[in-house]
């Protein structure tokens, strides 16, 4: 299940299973949106990016889905695996802009 | 080989001292950024430079001054350290509108 509150966002799923990691975002002017994993000690990892003139984008095992209506942004991955166990950071920003503002984290848990 | 590289990766120091922190990317990007990461995750944007010229500055104490030798250096110098400076600190580079690409982070830890 997940879990909000003061404490980093967790979400803990079964191996095997699928995991959808959700993030609100903030600034309606945004038109590029990027998936983060951070593993322990090491510095956040690009997974997957999109544009806002898309509203969904596959990768290998990941799909990242774009909602603008109500300014979401979803991050699904399949057959969840022990490596993906990390924190996933959604980020925003604008293409001409060098500003990048990143969601608060979610931890995600795999357990074997 | 590191596409971005910081050093050192940990620093322990007294309160007060003045440290730096420096870091190189590889890479080609024309933009590089500050970023800390608190005890609860969260990545807060410091400063971002693009080709040697600061473009952001959020509100970060003038303790913290960052130096751009070129744009493949982005150093952070911080002046006074105090008990709240402690966290990651973490580099990155990116060619505006792609994708950040981080370096391993410097754990700061102000005795």
């Known amino acids: 299940g997940e879990s909000v509150g003061l404490h980093l966002p967790t979400l803990s799923v079964q191996e095997g299973d699928n995991s959808i990691i959700n993030c609100a975002y903030s600034?309606?002017?945004?038109?590029?949106f990027i998936w983060y994993k951070q593993e322990s000690g090491k510095g956040p990892q690009f997974i997957i990016d999109?544009?806002?003139?898309?509203d969904k984008r596959q990768g290998q095992r990941v799909t990242v889905l774009l909602n603008k209506t109500v300014k979401h942004l979803s991050l699904q991955i399949a057959a969840t695996q022990p490596g993906d166990s990390a924190v996933y950071f959604c980020?925003?920003?604008?293409?001409?802009?060098?500003?990048?503002?990143f969601g608060p984290g979610t931890s995600l848990s795999v357990i074997p | 080989d590191t596409a971005v590289s910081q050093t050192p990766k940990y620093l322990v120091t007294q309160m007060g001292n003045d440290k730096s922190i420096k870091c190189e990317q590889n890479?080609?990007?024309?933009?590089m950024y500050w970023y800390k990461q608190d005890s609860k995750k969260f990545l807060k944007i410091m400063f971002s430079?693009?080709?040697?010229?600061?473009?952001i500055n959020e509100t970060v104490p003038n303790r913290f001054s960052p130096k751009s030798p070129d744009k493949a250096h982005l150093n952070l110098h911080i002046n006074s350290l105090e008990l709240g400076d402690s966290a990651v600190y973490f580099c990155?580079?990116?060619?505006?509108?792609?994708?950040?690409?981080f370096g391993p982070g410097t754990r700061l830890t102000v005795l």
């Open positions: 600034n309606s002017a945004s038109d590029y």
């Open positions: 980020a925003e920003t604008t293409t001409s802009y060098d500003k990048v503002i």
């Open positions: 990155a580079s990116s060619q505006v509108g792609y994708p950040l690409f």
């Open positions: 890479l080609g990007h024309d933009t």
């Open positions: 999109i544009r806002s003139n898309m």
């Open positions: 430079y693009n080709n040697k010229e600061l473009i």
